[in-house]
Every structure is written in C-alpha cells, then in structure tokens.
C-alpha cells in the first residue's frame, strides 16, 4: 500500500469565473507540481473547498487527478463528506478510478461521541478493498470534532487498511500520541504548514500542505534537506516556508493561494460562492508582500 509522505500537496480546486469546475486548469495544476518534486498530491480537502461541491464534480476532479497524474506521484482523494453515505461513495469511487488512497475528514458540526466516530470511519473502510489504505484526517478547527488517540487506536485495530492521520492542529503531544499507535508504526503527517520541520524531527511522515500548493518549491527543498541529515538547513528553508504561510494567510482564505498561483502563471480560476475572490487592493498587497521574500535555496 502506498502511504502519503514528504511534501503532499492539498490542491485548490479552480472554479472558472461562473462558477464551474474548471478541469483543464485542474490538469495544468497537476503537471506544475508534478514538475516542481512534491511527494504526494491531495485534491478535494480542505484547500480543495470540499464542501462547495457535488458528489459529481468531486468524482470529476479526483478522475482528472488520477488520469493526468498517470502513476507519476501517488495520489490520494479526499473523500469525506457531509453525509456518511457520500464519504462511502466517494471512497468507493476513489479505489475504482486507480488512486492510491483515501483521506477522510471526521464527522464535522454536529457533534460525535467516540463509539459513533470509531463506527464512521470503520463503516467507510470497510466499503473499500482491504488492501486500499485510508488515512484518518483531523481538523478540530473547522469540523468541531477531534478525533482521540484511543479513538484512531480502534478503529486501526479493526480494519488493517487504516494505516495512518493527517492531523492538521498544532498540538504536538497530541500528535505524539498518534505517532505511539500501532507500536509506531502509524503514519502520521501534519496539516500545520509551518511545523513541517519539527514534525520531521519528532517522527512524523510528512506535510499535507496547502502553501505548497503555490510555492512547492521551499517544502521539497525542506524534505531533501532533512532526508540528507542537514538540520540547519532544514530549519533555514523552514523561515522561508513559513514566511510564504504567513502572507498567505495560513490557508484560511483560498483565494490567496489562486491569486497567487496567477502571479506565477498558473491559471487557478476562482472561488465559488459564498466565498469571494480577494480585490484588487488586497491583490496589489499580496503581490508586495510576496516580493519582498528572500527567496533563496
């Protein structure tokens, strides 16, 4: 089974100015990071705008992800969803389309007590082939549901397939415990872009990152550092990456990342309704602020 590693890109899913799915700039997004060297790539998640879109339009992006991908970095879906019964057709879709993997966010806004989180999951897994890996995806933040230790304990314990977490809070004794489950050897990455190297240090597989979405270029350059044992340059190409979160507002507004994505020739599209895309003056600053960074590696 593939797992998810190094830099996993969560992509922006570009919407043309009516608000359609643009899936040729999907293509074009695919191939620039592909060429750029990251790991993994992450459609559908949150950087994704999950939520604004159908059942058929997820299905048409992950197909477009996997398709033009071709086998030349692992791909994996963001298959949850609002209701359960989409996140089991989403996987179910997932695995029959040729991706590697799934990640599934937990239960969001309404809340979940600990038995209804374990059966969620090992619901989803189970409708899926056993050898088709799952990671579990915490984002208490925004889902208002956080998914315990103990919790991911079980539901790995149940079903061989759920091999791992991509737990985007930072907190690092939470995430230390998700590295102790099944004696260590569950792969766990972080969601928090700007913890890419301590979360290296302290064991962790990687980074799903929505930044490296638009500039991939720092967190590959991270990866290769660490993989080569040079922590001062690790740490060094981290302020760099870091600085880049820090303009583009740490992924809380997607529409930082597509208008920078244009700045770098990349045809990103819009944000659908009800979000907006930034104005012109916030664009101006964006363009200011990006450079001004010293961008050396």
Do not use: W
């Amino acid at each position: 089974m593939a797992h998810l590693y190094g830099v996993t890109t969560a992509m922006v899913t570009p919407f043309d100015k009516n608000g359609k799915v643009d899936l040729e700039a999907v293509k074009e997004l695919v191939e620039f990071l592909i060429s750029k060297g990251v790991s993994c790539l992450y459609p559908l998640g949150t950087t994704g705008e999950m939520y604004h879109l159908s059942v058929e339009e997820r299905k048409a992006v992950a197909e477009t992800v996997v398709r033009h991908a071709g086998g030349r970095v692992t791909v994996y879906i963001h298959a949850g969803a609002m209701c359960q019964q989409d996140t089991v057709t989403l996987a179910k879709h997932a695995s029959e389309i040729g991706a590697d993997g799934i990640g599934v966010v937990s239960p969001a806004f309404f809340g979940v007590n600990d038995r209804e989180m374990e059966e969620y999951y090992v619901t989803v897994a189970k409708n899926v082939p056993e050898d088709f890996p799952v990671y579990l995806y915490s984002i208490p933040q925004c889902s208002g549901n956080e998914i315990k230790a103990a919790v991911a304990q079980k539901i790995a314990d149940r079903c061989g397939n759920v091999v791992g977490i991509k737990y985007s809070y930072p907190d690092f004794l939470r995430t230390n415990e998700y590295l102790e489950i099944n004696n260590g050897k569950f792969s766990v990455l972080v969601g928090t872009d700007r913890l890419f190297d301590a979360a290296l240090v302290m064991g962790c597989s990687g980074v799903v990152s929505g930044v490296s979405c638009v500039y991939p270029e720092p967190f590959v350059a991270i990866y290769k550092a660490f993989l080569e044992g040079n922590l001062k340059e690790v740490r060094r190409i981290q302020r760099i990456a870091t600085r880049y979160c820090e303009i583009l507002r740490n992924g809380s507004n997607m529409s930082y990342f597509k208008e920078a994505l244009k700045m770098r020739g990349i045809n990103a599209g819009h944000m659908r309704a009800p979000q907006l895309d930034i104005t012109q003056l916030e664009i101006d600053e964006l363009r200011k602020q990006l450079s001004l960074v010293d961008y050396k590696l």
